[in-house]
Nanobody, 120 residues
Framework: VQLQASGGGLVQAGGSLRLSCAASGRPISTNAVGWFRQAPGKEREFVSVFKWWGGTSYADSVKGRFTISRDNAKNMVYLQMISLKPEDTAVYYC???????????????WGKGTLVTVSS
């Protein structure tokens, strides 16, 4: 599976962005597809996941502000981000794997990240 994340950019605090993750190689509809992020000097952390059975999960820090969605026909996953905060600044990665999809070590395929910068 090849993954390509896009949609990052510079936005002011309170603004919105929508990240996209395009998958190719095979369908990902039966996998957990997640978003993770890594801020400078910090470890990669879980943001959100669309689980293989259709459920979703979010990190506490983004609940109520971020929404994950998927379009199986297009083999795409999205992350709508609103009310962005400076602490959301990070490189965002999409990943595909098994299990719950919340542990980066459990994800098998990673795309190149897309940088989100939120200015105060």
């Amino acid at each position: 599976v090849q993954l390509q994340a896009s949609g990052g950019g510079l936005v002011q605090a309170g603004g919105s962005l929508r990240l996209s993750c395009a998958a190719s190689g095979r369908p990902i509809s039966t996998n957990a597809v997640g978003w993770f992020r890594q801020a400078p000097g910090k470890e990669r952390e879980f943001v959100s996941v669309f689980k293989w059975w259709g459920g979703t999960s979010y990190a506490d820090s983004v609940k109520g502000r971020f929404t994950i969605s998927r379009d199986n026909a297009k083999n795409m996953v999205y992350l709508q981000m609103i009310s962005l905060k400076p602490e959301d600044t990070a490189v965002y990665y999409c990943a595909v794997g098994g299990g719950q999809g919340t542990d980066p070590h459990g994800m098998n395929y990673w795309g190149k990240g897309t940088l989100v910068t939120v200015s105060s």
